[in-house]
């Protein structure tokens, strides 16, 4: 089968532009390649249940087991993390999943805190998010949480969150607002996400509409317009038929702890195939400065994505927009 990969004309300009990349890339001064003992980010996935089928998230593709991660070993990693706070940016607490499925999210939050984690963070549908868990999470010292909302009335938001119910879901958002207010708290701040291509032109103003009054940017709050992804190599929105043109940033700042301990550099690897390493042997040190973290870091130095399937497919390292903290 021909595949533009294999052809002369392919190989040769992929010499170049290596020859021309690395000339332009200076590891060293370049802070995206600077690499500490510790993760910037460290994600720790509370659990990969998810309560939605939204149709952007390859869900149907997850093969590994499902399950919450262990209180000890959560215990154990916010307690190596601690010794490290200073270097650790922002703590994530979720990967691929629902987060507020996991019951003892505000008492992981809590602990995480009171063990000096600079920022907490997390990402939710908010379709669990009940007036009791807006409280306990407000009181557990949340930096910061990110909804995802992508409709402007049932039939739109369903065609895309598939499983979730509109009307619940944004009572649900403008109630947390008020528990905020009433508690007379700051924290956490709220971002609300649209991802643009999931609507159309016409209705992207209606969905500024819904959240323009409840937002309060004197405390942080804030609309996050990110771009559609592929999820590595779980959907096909981007094409990734272009040549590899950029070092994925992932190895030098962001390590993945999925609920069973295993570790992946990125949230892109939705089944887990990258495996770096296994936090129930080894501390996040030993594996951020062991042998498959450096592995990982020269083979995309080389822009050699070949070893590792979940990369040879996906859009970040073929100029994809910039992704951040999904
Ligand atoms: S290339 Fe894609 S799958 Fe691989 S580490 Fe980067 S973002 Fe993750």
């Not at 869900?59 to 916010?78: A, C």
């Not at 272009?242 to 570790?263: E, S």
Request: proline share 5%; hydrophobic share 35%.
């Amino acid at each position: 089968m021909f595949h533009i990969k294999k052809t002369l004309p392919y190989i040769l300009l992929r010499k170049i532009y290596k020859k021309y990349y690395y000339k332009n890339v200076n590891f060293k001064k370049n802070p995206i390649y600077k690499i500490d003992n510790f993760p910037k980010e460290v994600w720790l996935e509370n659990t990969n249940h998810c309560n939605a089928s939204c149709i952007m998230c390859p869900r149907e593709l997850q093969t590994r087991k499902k399950g919450l991660m262990k209180m000890d070993l959560y215990r154990k990693l916010i307690d190596e993390m601690s010794v490290h706070k200073n270097m650790v940016e922002r703590l994530h607490m979720h990967n691929f999943g629902e987060p507020l499925l996991d019951k003892k999210l505000p008492e992981r939050i809590k602990y995480a805190k009171d063990k000096g984690i600079k920022h907490v963070y997390f990402v939710s549908n908010a379709s669990l998010l009940t007036s009791q868990i807006a409280e306990t999470l407000i009181k557990s010292g949340l930096d910061q949480f990110k909804i995802s909302f992508y409709g402007i009335d049932k039939e739109t938001y369903n065609e895309t969150m598939v499983d979730l119910d509109y009307e619940t879901t944004l009572s649900n958002v403008k109630n947390f607002f008020n528990i905020r207010k009433k508690l007379n708290s700051t924290t956490p701040s709220v971002s609300i996400q649209l991802i643009p291509q999931l609507l159309k032109k016409g209705q992207i103003e209606k969905w500024y509409e819904q959240f323009e009054n409840l937002l309060d940017p004197s405390v942080g709050d804030s609309i996050i317009e990110v771009p559609i992804h592929n999820f590595s190599d779980g959907r096909k929105y981007n094409n990734i038929n272009q040549m590899v043109t950029d070092i994925c940033p992932y190895p030098w700042r962001t390590m993945v702890i999925l609920q069973n301990g295993k570790v992946s550099p990125c949230s892109h690897d939705f089944n887990g195939s990258i495996d770096l390493g296994d936090v129930n042997f080894l501390t996040i040190s030993e594996v951020w400065n062991g042998q498959q973290y450096k592995k990982i870091r020269d083979s995309f130095k080389n822009l050699n994505y070949s070893n590792y399937s979940a990369c040879n497919n996906c859009d970040v390292p073929r100029n994809a927009p910039a992704l951040e903290h999904n």
